[in-house]
């Protein structure tokens, strides 16, 4: 069974810039596209980006569009999201899993908050 362990979080000031790591097990996973999901509370885990299994597509959530960067290096088993110019609407838990259809054992995820 896959697991997804994601890093990079932590404070930053708007305007400023993240990249957050996904590391995960599971070499079946390179045959899957795979996404960039956040969540705050009270609200539903959405998806924000995603990349095809060969890292040549990638879409957007349109909240993210222009600022967000996602890619992925198959042979490490490694997601990233590159951020940049941060907003504090940005602020969540983000998370890495399979997209379309994410898998049941989501990671831990990694904390991003975005304020002066």
């Known amino acids: 069974q896959a697991q997804f362990v994601e890093s990079g979080g932590g404070l930053v000031q708007p305007g400023g810039s993240l990249r957050l790591s996904c590391t995960y097990s599971?070499?079946?996973?390179?045959?899957?596209?795979m996404g960039w999901y956040r969540q705050t509370p009270g609200k539903e885990r959405a998806l924000v980006a995603r990349i095809s299994n060969g890292g040549i597509s990638t879409n957007y959530a349109d909240s993210v569009r222009g600022r967000f960067t996602i890619s992925r290096d198959v042979a490490k088993n490694t997601l990233y999201l590159q951020m940049n110019s941060l907003k504090p609407e940005d602020t969540a838990v983000y998370y890495c899993?399979?997209?379309?259809?994410?898998?049941?054992?989501w990671g831990q995820g990694t904390q991003v908050t975005v304020a002066s």
């Open positions: 899993n399979v997209d379309p259809n994410p898998w049941k054992n």
């Open positions: 599971g070499g079946v996973l390179k045959l899957f596209g």
